[in-house]
């Protein structure tokens, strides 16, 4: 008799974003030909760059031929693309080798199983508030138990506030995998040199391990913060870092992302090199390799060309986050990131929860942003707004909330 993983049964509703799509669909029913302004999920909205749409154009020629043709590729990605990766990291004086860089279809899916590599005892820690697939793929795996007043026994938590500035320093007690997203994703707050080197300094202490989500580090300005983790001494022996085109290259819909995996990286028990291993063991396995299309365009973007056009476009909705940050300041909100991340989180009045908040906005001022409960516990209290839609619309999304919002 076939039975399913009960750990799904321990998971919170619906996926989050699957959940606000579900509100927005059901009052949109209700209130036919409302035209709604989408400031939830942070998905790119400007079309890709030239020089992208000719890298992969290429990309599609060279299918056309039987000559230039290519089928299965390398399971880890194209040569070419994983060295442009390796020169990307030199700008930034990191060494890494093109074994170190695996390519993927993005760092969704590479954040949710990494995990799968670590054993089942493994301690993790998360953040709260959290992107919910480092915690939603630990539950998953049964490496939690139960869900208890809004947290899993077994996970620990750190929890970022305001006293932090939302980058919490490492537990107190002994974990074994640390989940860190800088520029962070909710609450748009960035780690600092000194902040990540904490961390490091605590996984060598511990053996443990970090998983660095760096997504958003494109959008940092702020020249003293660190882009990547191995901007850190000693960060390669304790750090996997997992990054994306999505975010900064406009691929969230063409897909393509990548984890370094340092040859460095210690792990209890095993010998150097070994978690590579292990992480090419299960990405040949169980995924056959990036689009080679989604490749060509990321080696594009990859380009000088490429990333001076990329800047364009995160200059574009960074413009976007200073205008949402603006507006609710002006409206008297406590706001925070929105500078060197495309998120701005925003503290409501504590007579709402964020739901019901979100809820309202959606009413009053036709706008959708995502409720701060949705990435846990201690996001209650705030909502998040994405800089990545059309100028336009956030202009008008702005305006309708100084006009019709009541808080
Ligand atoms: C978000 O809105 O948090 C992101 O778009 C989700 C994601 O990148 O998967």
């Given at each position: 008799?076939?039975?399913?993983?009960?750990?799904?049964?321990?998971?919170?509703?619906?996926?989050?974003?699957?959940?606000?799509?579900?509100r927005?669909?059901?009052?949109?029913e209700k209130?036919?030909?409302?035209?709604?302004?989408?400031?939830?999920?942070?998905?790119?909205?400007?079309?890709?760059?030239?020089?992208?749409?000719?890298?992969?154009s290429?990309?599609?020629?060279?299918?056309?031929?039987?000559?230039?043709?290519?089928?299965?590729?390398?399971?880890?990605?194209?040569i070419e693309?994983?060295n442009?990766?390796?020169?990307?990291?030199?700008?930034?004086?990191?060494?890494?080798?093109?074994?170190?860089?695996?390519?993927s279809?993005?760092?969704?899916?590479?954040?949710?199983?990494?995990?799968?590599?670590?054993?089942?005892?493994?301690?993790?820690?998360?953040?709260?508030?959290?992107?919910p697939?480092?915690?939603d793929?630990?539950?998953?795996?049964?490496?939690?138990?139960?869900?208890?007043?809004?947290?899993?026994?077994?996970?620990?938590?750190?929890?970022?506030?305001?006293?932090?500035?939302?980058?919490?320093?490492?537990?107190?007690?002994?974990?074994?995998?640390?989940?860190i997203?800088?520029p962070?994703?909710?609450?748009?707050?960035?780690?600092?040199?000194?902040?990540?080197?904490?961390?490091?300094?605590?996984?060598?202490?511990?053996?443990?391990?970090?998983?660095?989500?760096?997504?958003?580090?494109?959008?940092?300005?702020?020249?003293?913060?660190?882009?990547?983790?191995?901007?850190?001494?000693?960060?390669?022996?304790?750090?996997?870092?997992?990054?994306?085109?999505?975010?900064?290259?406009?691929?969230?819909?063409?897909?393509?992302?990548w984890?370094?995996?340092?040859?460095?990286?210690?792990?209890?028990?095993?010998?150097?090199?070994?978690?590579?291993s292990?992480?090419?063991?299960?990405?040949?396995?169980?995924f056959?390799?990036?689009?080679?299309?989604?490749?060509?365009?990321?080696?594009?973007?990859?380009?000088?060309?490429?990333?001076?056009?990329?800047?364009?476009?995160?200059?574009?909705?960074?413009?976007?986050?200073?205008?949402?940050?603006?507006?609710?300041?002006?409206?008297?909100?406590?706001?925070?990131?929105?500078?060197?991340?495309?998120?701005?989180?925003?503290?409501?009045?504590?007579?709402?929860?964020?739901?019901?908040?979100?809820?309202?906005?959606?009413?009053?001022?036709?706008?959708?942003?995502?409720?701060?409960?949705?990435?846990?516990?201690?996001?209650?209290?705030?909502?998040?707004?994405?800089?990545?839609?059309?100028?336009?619309?956030?202009?008008?999304?702005?305006?309708?909330?100084?006009?019709?919002?009541?808080?």
């Open positions: 008799m076939a039975t399913i993983n009960k750990n799904y049964n321990k998971l919170q509703g619906s996926y989050l974003f699957l959940e606000i799509a579900k927005t669909k059901d009052f949109l209130n036919k030909g409302v035209e709604l302004m989408r400031l939830g999920i942070g998905d790119t909205t400007e079309p890709l760059s030239k020089a992208v749409i000719s890298g992969l290429a990309g599609v020629k060279k299918l056309r031929k039987k000559k230039t043709y290519t089928g299965y590729g390398h399971p880890q990605g194209k693309l994983r442009a990766l390796v020169d990307f990291y030199k700008k930034r004086k990191i060494d890494l080798r093109p074994e170190e860089i695996f390519v279809d993005g760092a969704k899916s590479d954040s949710a199983n990494i995990q799968s590599i670590f054993g089942q005892d493994n301690i993790a820690a998360i953040m709260d508030p959290v992107y697939v480092y915690l793929s630990n539950v998953i795996a049964g490496r939690t138990g139960e869900l208890k007043n809004g947290r899993y026994e077994g996970l620990v938590y750190m929890e970022g506030n305001e006293e932090n500035d939302f980058m919490p320093p490492p537990p107190e007690v002994k974990v074994d995998l640390i989940y997203c800088s962070n994703n909710p609450t748009g707050s960035v780690a600092t040199k000194n902040e990540l080197a904490a961390f490091v300094d605590y996984a060598l202490n511990r053996k443990a391990v970090i998983i660095f989500d760096a997504a958003y580090a494109e959008y940092i300005k702020d020249e003293s913060l660190p882009k990547s983790i191995y901007e850190i001494e000693g960060a390669k022996k304790c750090a996997i870092e997992i990054n994306s085109f999505s975010k900064w290259a406009g691929f969230t819909g063409v897909r393509l992302g984890t370094v995996v340092p040859e460095d990286l210690v792990v209890e028990g095993v010998e150097p090199g070994k978690v590579i292990l992480w090419a063991r299960r990405q040949s396995t169980m056959n390799g990036a689009s080679n299309i989604a490749q060509d365009g990321a080696l594009a973007a990859l380009s000088t060309k490429g990333q001076k056009e990329s800047q364009k476009l995160i200059a574009y909705y960074m413009g976007n986050a200073t205008l949402i940050k603006q507006t609710f300041s002006n409206l008297g909100f406590k706001v925070f990131g929105g500078e060197n991340a495309p998120y701005v989180w925003v503290r409501i009045p504590p007579s709402l929860t964020s739901w019901e908040f979100f809820d309202k906005l959606l009413r009053e001022a036709h706008v959708v942003v995502t409720p701060g409960s949705g990435f846990g516990l201690k996001g209650e209290g705030y909502i998040r707004l994405s800089a990545f839609g059309d100028k336009k619309n956030v202009k008008r999304a702005m305006k309708s909330i100084e006009k019709n919002f009541k808080p």
